[in-house]
């Protein structure tokens, strides 16, 4: 079984120390086998911020933790417009990593991550043709029980927040995406972007999506909050098995909340009743 941890939006110049300690205590306390960043390490894409993210990384990894990671919209400059335009992610490969498309194979697990952020929109995401057909060569090098989990910033649907409108825009060039994810076999979509912690069948959101679980992280170590708690994510991938835990802020630490398990029946994922639990095959 593989246990990953998922961050997202650190926000570093925008972050509060405290919470930065208290990731670092959880993950050390959890022993992932890879830690999972989507996007938004710095607030405004600055060289301190930059710096300030790439000692986080460097304390994990000094730890032993294996550390994979997309960039966000927040980590191409704003108000620096030649920078923004002809060298958007040149700070992002210099402190946190070269690679836009990293991919990390674990006992049971793949996981690709995918670089959605674009100069030429100042908070949404796309995906262009040439990422969909590394996700699916990728995928394709991989075993077919192997769980296959794509990583973004922007997720790839609109999501719903409780009974009210849904909150964000798809990803631009959704429905090339979509099909991408469908023909390499993806099982987890994990993302952030909007601050808010959710799991949803990819099905309920998009009718023809396909069966993958779409996997939300709040803002791990944030001040900027949108009506919700700062916290991340524990996940344990099994065979035809995960579990989701959201690891939620409550003032002097992490503490895990809200678990949700889903069994893999053919080729869709279920909500784990308590009879599917006990047939679920062990990790």
């Known amino acids: 079984m593989a246990r990953l941890i ?9 972050h509060d120390d405290r919470l930065v300690d208290a990731v670092e205590r959880r993950v050390d306390d959890a022993k992932p086998d890879l830690v999972v960043i989507s996007g938004d390490f710095t607030q405004r894409a600055r060289t301190e911020q930059f710096k300030q993210a790439c000692h986080f990384l460097e304390r994990l990894r000094k730890a032993g933790h294996e550390v994979l990671g ?9 108000y620096d417009v ?23 194979e674990l006992p049971g697990a793949a996981v690709l991550g995918i670089n959605t952020a674009r100069s030429l929109t100042f908070k ?12 699916r060569d990728t995928f394709a090098r991989t075993r077919p029980e192997t769980a296959r989990i794509l990583v973004t910033h922007h997720p790839l649907f609109a999501l719903p927040v409780g009974d009210g409108p849904e909150l964000g825009k798809a990803i631009g060039r959704q429905e090339l995406a979509l099909d991408a994810v469908a023909d390499a076999g993806v099982d987890l979509l ?28 709040g803002t791990a170590t944030s001040t900027r909050l949108r009506d919700e708690e700062q916290s991340f994510n524990l996940l344990e991938v099994g065979d035809a098995e995960v ?9 002097a630490g992490y503490a895990s909340r809200d678990a949700q398990r889903f069994v893999r029946r053919g080729e869709h994922w279920e909500t784990a009743t308590g009879e599917q639990l006990a047939e679920a095959p062990e990790a």
Not at 84 to 104: A, E, G, K, M, N
Not at 124 to 135: E, M, S, T, Y
């Open 190 to 217: 994990l993302a952030g972007h909007n601050h808010r912690a959710s799991t949803h069948h990819a099905k309920d959101l998009v009718t023809d999506a396909g069966p993958a679980l779409v996997i939300q992280a």
């Open 6 to 14: 998922h961050l997202s939006d650190l926000h570093f110049g925008a």
């Open 243 to 251: 579990t989701v835990a959201v690891q939620a802020w409550d003032g």
């Open 124 to 135: 949404d995401g796309r995906i262009n043709q040439d990422q969909v057909a590394f996700i």
């Open 82 to 104: 030649l920078r923004r335009f002809l060298s958007p992610l040149t700070r992002y490969r210099r402190f946190i990593d070269q690679s836009l498309c990293p991919f990390h």
């Open 70 to 78: 997309v960039p966000g919209n927040h980590d191409v400059p704003l």
